[in-house]
């Protein structure tokens, strides 16, 4: 049977496998993004594996796109069952140019993605290419037939994100539509990750406040956001709890109004990257990403002299327990004393936006 999209990959055992060994090592299950990563990875992997060797050597020249190389020759994308099937029989071959058939095949794909061009005419990150490679890896090792000599892309050098000052962002703020301006006030004002805002639909709730859409009918501020993160729960606490402010609650406010909605931002995740390369080119800046947006919230409270350890996790990082146990214990159940903490220092992420 051939797939068609990445979400087809779920109806094999083979990738069933694969969400099976991810929520046996982070101890649930993995979160929306981790599992969509893999799915894509995984799914472009099928169809270059699907190509003959001339038009995988067309791909990893740039000569023609996968989507091309697959209409070209008309060739159905495998499932990843055929693939560890016929991996099975090439394992037990005695040649080794047989045995080792994938190696050459996986080192071609890393080859060809590396590549591939994103918009803006550049070739994908190594941080693109090493995720692909963890998520074609993760497919071989849930069938113990795990790759040999595959050689890890090298270590991506640290990007070097703008982090905006106050003035910045306020000219950002007001030079966005309301949708995107709503988006960065509350990413700004809370730290959480990109993915995370994406996906919240305002039916999170906290203990002690409610779900975020009835805290914002309230009119209660700061609105606590309380989440509920598996990627962290095998290397961390699995929550965390940070806060949307008085100027993220007015862009809701703008931007919401009296709308019905399933998620707060309806923005794809690459639309949104999109939106913030349209902001650099009209303010001449380089590197201000969405990410730009949670480094201000980082480094504004540690400026501030706000404990680290509670403000990487009020962003969602893993924090072991054994470290901030206790504070961070007394946070979560006493919110009302951790909104305290987050209004005694919202001066510093304040920016003067009035809407």
């Given at each position: ?171 950002v703020v ?66 965390y709890s ?49 990410k730009s ?63």
């Amino acid at each position: 049977m051939s797939i068609k999209t990445k979400k087809d990959l779920l109806k094999f055992s083979s990738m069933q496998r694969v969400i099976s060994d991810l929520t046996a090592k982070r101890g649930g299950s993995p979160s929306p993004s981790t599992e969509s990563a893999f799915l894509l990875y995984t799914f472009k992997f099928c169809q270059f594996f699907s190509l003959s060797l001339e038009l995988q050597n067309l791909v990893m020249q740039s000569k023609v796109s996968l989507d091309q190389a697959l209409a070209k020759e008309k060739t159905a994308v495998v499932s990843p069952d055929v693939i560890m099937e016929e991996r099975k029989k090439h394992w037990q071959s005695s040649d080794d140019d047989i045995r080792l058939t994938h190696e050459q095949i996986v080192k071609r794909f890393m080859i060809a993605l590396s590549q591939e061009k994103v918009r803006g005419g550049k070739l994908s990150s190594t941080g693109k290419v090493s995720y692909a490679l963890t998520a074609v890896r993760a497919l071989y090792n849930a069938h113990y037939r795990s790759l040999m000599n595959i050689p890890t892309p090298g270590s991506v050098p640290e990007i070097t994100y703008k982090v905006p000052t106050r003035e910045e962002l306020l000219k950002v703020v007001e030079l966005a539509e309301p949708k995107l301006r709503s988006w960065i006030l509350c990413d700004k004002d809370s730290g959480m990750s990109p993915i995370d805002l994406l996906n919240l639909t305002g039916n999170e709730e906290s203990s002690r406040f409610g779900t975020i859409k009835e805290q914002l009918r309230k009119g209660i501020c700061p609105i606590h956001v309380y989440i509920i993160r598996q990627k962290t729960k095998r290397s961390g606490l699995g929550f965390y709890s940070t806060f949307f402010g008085e100027e993220a609650i007015v862009g809701l406010e703008e931007w919401l109004g009296r709308r019905r909605y399933q998620r707060i931002f309806d923005i794809a995740e690459r639309t949104l990257e999109w939106s913030f390369q349209n902001l650099c080119e009209k303010l001449g800046w380089k590197n201000f990403v969405p990410k730009s947006c949670r480094k201000f919230f980082d480094s504004e409270l540690k400026f501030a002299k706000v404990d680290p350890d509670i403000v990487k996790w009020m962003m969602g990082h893993s924090v072991k327990k054994a470290e901030v146990a206790y504070i961070i214990e007394r946070l979560r159940d006493h919110p009302e004393e951790h909104a305290k903490l987050y209004q005694d220092n919202y001066n510093v992420l304040r920016i003067g936006w009035k809407g």
